[in-house]
């Protein structure tokens, strides 16, 4: 494409207002937004005032002069239409392992009779081994049935007590359908648990229509909450009261400030949470919330479409001759928002691309990954990107010998 072309696309781009709401270092262009979202303006200044008027002034107060109790749900209610969820269906508090760890705990104790686990070999490692995790400790025998991504529909059948999933692959992008094998799942009387770490703010997530029995996801991917930020989870309002929480904690209890001896869970998704919220967690993720307030849904999705398929196009042009090969689905509606492609010697690739400020990520065993947040990604900084790995292929600036040495970190 000329340079002509992609300024129009930027020019056209409905949500090209929203890149003013970030705080981007200069000479950088950041494609690893799906990792660690970058720093929205809103955050700082919010941090500030619970640092220094909230804490510092309220101290104890705060909790309740300035609601911190309410933040997981409040900030719960805020992530919910980004997923298709009700009001007080979803909460933000602990991280996404850990809530993955609440749900699959859950999710197995609704079908007690049933003993397998479904998943697949593109789930995030962490969910595997929250997985095998559960299953050791119930120690009544679950099996964790793991399977290629296409393979997972043909592997429902009545044993299966849940299936756990990553919706959008964190290494290729692929994307699986979501309603349809939770379609699947219900129709053999299991039930789903969707990770939505690479859904929430890359394109609208339908866990209502999708009939989802448990989300969980990020807040410092696409939400950009920060680093670390606290993650969400999200249970279908139908099963929710009946769950009796493995996790018990005084923040789900019916009346935390009783200080009863006996735990009685309270009533909807708050049960989902456990200890006190981390109140200045919750606040940079409340604050960088504002910068999806009348944000078209559909808007991000079509320019995730239009931002991968303008890289991988760029990039098969320019870069063909270094051994590339797209790793992602090539059609956008398979995708996520995010592109890969296996490269030869692809860690001290990306090490050079970064050092040339081109920021992706790498993740074993060959693939290079570039994210594309759509709030703050221009097509300008997708087609300059390709401009850049083609010249760090082509004048070899990965050969570096401190390149090829692996930080802990990638
Ligand atoms: C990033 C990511 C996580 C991270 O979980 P944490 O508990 O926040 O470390 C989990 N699942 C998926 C699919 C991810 O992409």
């Known amino acids: 494409m000329t340079d002509a072309d992609i300024a129009a696309l930027d020019a056209a781009d409905p949500l090209a207002d929203r890149r003013a709401l970030f705080d981007l270092p200069d000479g950088v262009i950041y494609l ?19 640092v220094s008027d909230q804490w510092g002034e309220q101290l104890i107060r705060g909790w309740n002069d300035s609601a911190w109790i309410d933040l997981p749900a409040r900030v719960g209610d805020r992530i919910a239409p980004l997923i298709g969820a009700p009001p007080g269906s979803t909460v933000a508090c602990d991280s996404t392992s850990l809530n993955m760890m609440k749900a699959l705990t859950a999710a197995l104790a609704l079908r007690p009779e049933r003993g397998v686990i479904l998943s697949d070999s593109g789930n995030f490692p962490t969910d595997l081994y929250v997985a095998q995790g559960v299953a050791a400790m119930l120690d009544r025998g679950h099996d964790l049935r793991v399977v290629l991504p296409d393979e997972v529909s043909g592997a429902i059948d009545e044993s299966i007590a849940v299936l756990m999933l990553t919706e959008v692959d964190y290494r290729t992008g692929g994307r699986h359908d979501m309603p349809a094998l939770t379609k699947r799942a219900h129709a053999a009387g299991a039930l789903s648990i969707w990770d939505l770490a690479h859904s929430a703010g890359a394109f609208p997530v339908d866990v209502t229509g999708g009939r989802a029995d448990f989300a969980v996801g990020c807040g410092y991917k696409y939400l950009n909450g920060g680093p670390g930020a606290p993650a969400f989870i999200y249970v279908r309002p139908d099963r929710v009261n009946a769950i009796a929480p493995a996790h018990a904690g005084w923040m789900g209890h019916a009346a935390p400030f009783a200080f009863e001896q006996d735990y009685r869970p309270v009533d909807g998704a708050l049960r989902m949470t456990v200890g006190t919220p981390p109140v200045l967690g919750l606040a940079a993720l409340d604050a960088a919330l504002d910068a999806w307030d009348g944000v078209d849904l559909r808007a991000v999705a079509a320019k995730a479409a239009a931002l991968g398929d303008l890289f991988i196009a760029e990039v098969e042009a320019r870069c063909d001759a270094f051994g590339l090969k797209l790793a992602s689905p090539r059609d956008a509606h398979a995708r996520g928002s995010q592109v890969s492609f296996h ?68």
């Open 343 to 410: 490269c030869p010697e692809g860690y001290a690739v990306m090490r050079a691309l970064i050092a040339e400020g081109v920021i992706g990520d790498f993740r074993e065993p060959d693939i290079i990954r570039f994210g594309f947040a759509p709030l703050y990604i221009r097509y300008a900084d997708v087609a300059d990107a390709a401009r850049i790995l083609e010249r760090a292929l082509r004048n070899e600036l990965w050969r570096k010998p401190e390149y090829a040495v692996r930080a802990k970190v990638t």
């Open 32 to 50: 690893d937004g799906n990792s660690l979202g970058a720093l929205p303006r809103s955050v700082a200044a919010r941090l500030r005032g619970v």
